[in-house]
């Protein structure tokens, strides 16, 4: 089938595609590669991916060329979804013989429901939805296609058996074909990667067991499935060609260090190329680990403190040691390694007090740059069970967005508001950012770099303007 793998137009600036793990408009502009969407399209032919978002493509544009598609596969989420449907209806107006399917953490988690509440929608993919989408759009009866939920002639809901998970990941084609073919690389910014960059998995799962997590519990699995080294190579140095502007390479498994001798070897290949790279990381790599991946090329670590509580840590089960992040921070500092550091406010245990201690940590560790989310419990999650029984989360917060795309406190606590916890995010931001040492080097970086200047210059009137926003929505609560 001429298949089209959609992202569809929401929010204006909403980074919700298929690779962003918080589904929300950011606090700078922001854009993660829709990896998700490009692997099934790099599968089909005949296909083409448009990630209206990143690109300002609306939606009239997108239905304009309805007609030219017989297959629509669109990535969706909790706080799209409502938006992804009406992007549907429009497209099945202009093309009532389009065949329209749903992907993402929502409905692999509940496709049912899912289903239920589209009636425009054909079909689902649940789970590790790669080979499923190939076998619609080879055209495979969708009673025998596993891992699909689907309707029926007589419009009633039919779920297959679960397709099993994909163990021999270099089956997978490359996604930088696609970027390259269907994508314009500059219009992604990630606030504390080079620009332009370019993201890419080299591995799905992560065996951590982080509650909030979004991946891992929904779709990518606990078991740490990777593609070989020299395929990733492969991959690197394909993308080295076709894309010679790129500043810095990405990847985005949910933890690339856990298997830290494949890690070691491919930093060691990268290193002979010459490539600038980083990665998602555990705060736990020791030293020498450290400097094998830096002495490859390693620029930054993206790192997930989430909090500076130690029982907080245990509540989500992080398996993390706060002296250890300690020492790891101190390593990177010393081997000249950045670290963008994530920390995530009202998660189970959050208290004023621990609040505070989060703040203070975070200055303590000091990494060059950090994002603060706010606990987001998305169905599927350990998380989102807890939040349901315990009354944490209510009918009026469960979208987790407002209706600008931005983040709210869905969570509240006995002792602990949603208001709180949501103005602990600037109270955050302002501690940690305004301090004489952090704005002394952020223009000492400003000062070696005419574009870095330009572009903190953007972002921090993005960000002022954010704040500004984000406040006006508060007092409207």
């Not at 002792?415 to 002394?440: A, C, M, Q």
Request: glycine share 8%; hydrophobic share 40%.
């Amino acid at each position: 089938m001429r298949t089209l793998f959609l992202q569809a137009p929401s929010f204006d600036g909403f980074d919700g595609g298929a690779g962003s793990r918080y589904q929300a408009r950011r606090e700078i502009a922001s854009f993660w590669y829709p990896t998700w969407l490009a692997q099934p399209a790099a599968l089909v032919e005949n296909s083409k991916l448009i990630d209206a978002p990143p690109h300002k493509t609306k939606l009239a544009d997108v239905v304009a060329q309805a007609k030219d598609f017989d297959l629509v596969v669109v990535h969706t989420s909790v706080p799209s979804f409502a938006s992804d449907v009406k992007c549907i209806e429009a497209l099945k107006a202009e093309n009532p013989a389009l065949k329209v399917g749903l992907i993402g953490a929502k409905v692999a988690v509940d496709a049912d429901g899912s289903l239920k509440n589209a009636p425009v929608v054909d079909f689902v993919a649940r789970n590790e939805f790669d080979f499923t989408i190939k076998d619609v759009a080879d055209g495979v009866d969708f009673a025998k296609i596993k891992g699909l939920s689907w309707r029926d002639a007589n419009g009633n809901i039919q779920h297959n058996e679960d397709r099993p998970i994909l163990e021999n990941m270099d089956d997978l084609p490359f996604v930088s074909p696609i970027y390259k073919r269907d994508l314009k690389i500059e219009n992604y910014f990630i606030g504390y990667l080079k620009h332009p960059y370019l993201s890419i998995y080299t591995g799905r799962g992560c065996k951590s067991r982080c509650t909030f997590c979004l991946w891992p519990q929904t779709v990518g699995g606990h078991r740490y499935r990777t593609r070989s080294v020299g395929h990733v190579i492969e991959e690197i140095k394909w993308a080295q060609k076709a894309f010679p502007q790129v500043k810095e390479f990405f990847f985005d498994d949910d933890t690339f260090t856990d298997d830290l001798p494949r890690a070691e070897a491919i930093a060691k290949e990268l290193g002979k190329l010459g490539i600038t790279w980083s990665c998602n990381a555990k705060a736990n790599v020791p030293y020498e680990s450290l400097k094998k991946l830096k002495d490859g090329g390693l620029r930054l670590l993206l790192v997930g403190y989430e909090s500076g509580n130690q029982q907080i840590l245990y509540n989500i089960k992080k398996g993390m040691r706060i002296e250890v992040a300690e020492k790891f921070s101190k390593d990177c500092r010393k081997l000249g390694i950045g670290i963008h550091g994530t920390f995530v406010m009202g998660l189970p245990g959050e208290t004023r007090d621990t609040i505070r201690e989060t703040i203070e940590f975070a200055k303590k560790v000091n990494p060059h740059t950090l994002q603060v989310s706010l606990a987001a419990p998305y169905p599927g999650t350990h998380l989102y069970a807890q939040a349901m029984a315990h009354g944490w989360l209510d009918s009026d917060n469960a979208e987790l967005v407002d209706e600008n795309g931005v983040q709210i406190a869905p969570l509240h606590y006995p002792n602990l508001s949603h208001k709180e916890i949501f103005d602990s995010v600037e109270t955050f931001y302002r501690e940690f950012y305004f301090r004489p040492s952090k704005i002394g080097s952020i223009v000492w970086e400003m000062a070696r770099d005419m574009d870095m200047m330009k572009r903190r210059l953007r972002e921090g009137a993005e960000f002022f303007q954010f704040l500004k926003e984000r406040k006006h929505g508060a007092a409207n609560c």
